[in-house]
């Protein structure tokens, strides 16, 4: 039998040879077969299962459960019933490579099985190689090539390789590897990447035994096998069985690729599988890299829609974070706007820290433009209306023409919603207040000629805003508050035209004026009407309280509300208007220049408007130019005390509820102050 059967097979492969074909298949009856590649092999496929144009036999398309199998196309007879019912001994040889998406992550593996049927249709689709099932597993014998760890199955691990007879447990099963020859130490080898293996069956009938062995390509067969286990195959093979392959595709997409195969049975050996005949699998790395790609674009898309989201999320924020308020009329003030988000940085995002001052009109915080390195202050107001703003922003930005030393250069402007933001330089010595108004007692922190300096100072400020300059700017709340320090000691006027934003286009007849309480001329009050000549009280007042560092009110030992001009002048009145004079000069100061000053500041406290004195008249009485006009103080102070209790100065006024109204509300814009 194994002549004859053996004689048509050399020719052929003589023959295949000769014609330099890289695939053989034959059949030397049913004993003995090889396939290098299977282009021409008449497998019965099913499923997936595909031969490739190269000659790959593909047993996994990619399909999610989709099982595939490809059967020697005929049926083998393994034991003859009438002769002892033996199973003969046999053997194969199969060439595979098993590529994963990714080294490592394992899906399920590839069988070489024996089966008693063709039918394998109740076999799992998606588990078990697609030859197995949960049970009734008779006549079925199956190698695993198992890169998956299956917990129903009892495996070992996720890369190992198992008998399975009958069912679904290998008898033994041991991770995927060979015994090296020379050394005889065990190498592992990992079924999933891309490297090809080769894989040996043998069963020998005297000893019903089977052996397993793998080894990669290039190394011959090891003479240890990797799983040695005997069985009696006679109690499990029917008489007549097909051989074949399969496997599940999964969601891994892992492909299973079988590029050689050889059996032999009946006393014949398998044929060993030449290795150069064999088709090669196709571009191993790139199919790995698109298959990758198949994956990581997803997630890198993912990744990039996110990121472009929360960009844009960021950008949104940070543009709502800087929105500003702008109105076409704008545009004419251009180099006088500031953007939000300069002001923001300047200020390090408004933080406490660098809140210099809060005041009736908003907050001050000061900051440094980080272009031009300039150090700013930024006056924070909330304005809600916009009615009158752009009358407001023209003035202002007008008043940012303004020049002069004795003024805070206004810079320019901002706006948002709700919001105004007035941009000034910065002064280093901050606002007068604080110096002349300190709490320790003995220690003037500015001597009297500093004081004078400060005094002619904003008298030269004033008298430019309601002369010098094209238009007259009425500054309404002069105070020492308002008052800033330079670097050399310099007083300037702050603030000057804000009162307008609050005072626009309201009533004048009503009580909505703005000024601080003791600043305010009593025609003010009455009519709530700003001139020239009410900044002339208020600057009268302004003497008094930096001369005497005292404030326009304050309480007595009883309680009692005093005035400081009631107080000043009572001492003119006595000819003790020295001892007005702020007690922490020490007596250092020339006399006659602080009894100018005060006697300059009570005339600008004239009830009258028309008896006080214009800002050029003060100046030419302060430079010692023009004498002061003949002073009675009797005759002064009955009129002004008469006068003073009709328009509220004085303790009476609390009988005039009109007029006890109008203080209301004025102390209320001026809270705080
Ligand atoms: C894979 O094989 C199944 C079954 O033959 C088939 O339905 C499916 O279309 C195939 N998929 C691909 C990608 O070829
Ligand atoms: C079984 O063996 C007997 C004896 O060798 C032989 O005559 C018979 O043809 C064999 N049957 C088959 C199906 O090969
Ligand atoms: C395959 O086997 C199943 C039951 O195992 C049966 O229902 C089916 O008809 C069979 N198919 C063929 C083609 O014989
Ligand atoms: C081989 O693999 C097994 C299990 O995966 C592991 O325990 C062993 O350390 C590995 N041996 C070598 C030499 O890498
Ligand atoms: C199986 O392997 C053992 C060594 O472990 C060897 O002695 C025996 O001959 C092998 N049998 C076959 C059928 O290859």
Redesign the pocket.
Known sequence: MTNRNRAPFLPSLLLLLLFGLTVAAFAAGDDQFIFSGFTQSSLALDGGAVVTQGGLLDMSNGTNNVKSHALYPTPLRFRNSSTGGKVQ?F?SAIVFCIIGAFPGVSANGLAFFIAPSRNLSDALPTQYFGILKQQNNANLFVIEVDTFQNPDMQDINDNHIGIDINSVFSLPSHAAGFYDDSSGAFKNLTLNTQIELQLWV???EE?T?I?VTLAPLHVGKP???LL?ATYDLSTVLTETAYIGFSSTAEIMNTRHYVLGWSFGMNGQAAPSIDISKLPKVPRLRQKAQSMLLAIILPIATAALIISIGTIVTLMVRRKRRYTEVREDWESEFGPHRFSYKDLFKATQGFKSKNLVGAGGFGEVYRGVLKLSKKEIAVKRMSHESRQGMKEFITEVVSIGRLRHRNLVQLLGYCRRKGELMLVYDYMSNGSLDKYIHCQEDDKPTLNWAQRFQVIKGIATGLLYLHEKWEKVVIHRDIKASNVLLDDEMNGRLGDFGLARLYDHGTDPQSTHMVGTMGYLAPELVRTGKASPLTDVYAFGMFLLEVTCGQKPMKQDAEGNQVFLVDWVLEHWHNRLLTRTVDTRLQGDYGVDKACLVLKIGLLCLHPFPGSRPSMREVMQYLDGETPLPELKPTQLSVEMQGLMQDSGFNTSVMSYPQLMSSFGTVSDLSGGR
């Open positions: 001994s053997s043998d069963y020998e000893e035994r052996n003479s240890k096998p040695s």
